[in-house]
Antibody, heavy 121, light 105 residues
Framework: EVQLVESGGGLVQPGRSLRLSCAAS????????MHWVRQAPGKGLEWVSG????????VYADSVKGRFTISRDNAKKILYLQMNSLRTEDTALFYC??????????????WGQGTLVTVSS | IVMTQSPATLSVSPGERATLSCRAS??????LAWYQQKPGQAPRLLLY???TRATGVPARFSGSGSGTEFTLTISSLQSEDFAVYYC?????????FGQGTKVEI
């Protein structure tokens, strides 16, 4: 059974940084592309970033480009999201998600339960 | 690619048919997925390839379309189907979601 467990969320002041982690189990982590998707309170889903199996392709939404960095450690089976220069509009539940395939041609098949990031002074 | 869903809210009675629309701002072939989200839960994959049901998804869910126009149909709404539905294009990165359609009683 695929399990994705996010951690690292919390309350942070605007302009500060936070690093999210996603521990994966139940599948061969290094064989799949991975994503971060967020959902602001009461709002819809927003794709944040994706990374292919070997980190060869990394893409960001325009809203986070230059501030967020996605990375992965295939040996440890962990996906990361480093978030810098946080803004109040980054407040959201952040989901870690597994792709169907290793490259950028697939769709999201599995989701974690999310970790809440609140940016407020 | 901007994904636009309509309507924002759909009021339907149990047993009735629901039709949800999704439009892409440019052609995405059949690289479209539909997700269902219930309150307090993570999204769940319903359909991919515009029309292929994911494992365990009931046959009352069907999808159609290609290019820029897509439809999700729920043939006979059950109580557990009242939720928010999102379309998502995966033709290109960055992937993008529609804003969602809430199906309510």
């Amino acid at each position: 059974e695929v399990q994705l467990v996010e951690s690292g969320g919390g309350l942070v002041q605007p302009g500060r940084s936070l690093r999210l982690s996603c521990a994966a189990s139940g599948f061969i982590f290094g064989d799949y592309a991975m994503h971060w998707v967020r959902q602001a309170p009461g709002k819809g889903l927003e794709w944040v970033s994706g990374i292919t199996w070997n980190s060869g392709s990394i893409v960001y939404a325009d809203s986070v480009k230059g501030r967020f960095t996605i990375s992965r450690d295939n040996a440890k089976k962990i996906l990361y999201l480093q978030m810098n220069s946080l803004r109040t509009e980054d407040t959201a539940l952040f989901y870690c998600a597994k792709d169907k395939y290793a490259d950028s041609s697939g769709y999201i098949v599995d989701w974690g339960q999310g970790t809440l990031v609140t940016v407020s002074s | 690619i901007v994904m636009t869903q309509s309507p924002a809210t759909l009021s339907v009675s149990p047993g009735e048919r629901a039709t949800l629309s999704c439009r892409a701002s440019q052609g995405i072939s059949s690289n479209l997925a539909w997700y269902q989200q219930k309150p307090g839960q993570a999204p769940r994959l319903l359909l991919y390839g515009a029309s292929t049901r994911a494992t365990g998804v009931p046959a009352r869910f069907s999808g159609s379309g290609s290019g820029t126009e897509f439809t999700l149909t729920i043939s006979s709404l059950q109580s557990e189907d009242f939720a928010v539905y999102y379309c998502q294009q995966y033709n290109n990165w960055p992937q993008t979601f529609g804003q969602g359609t809430k199906v309510e009683i």
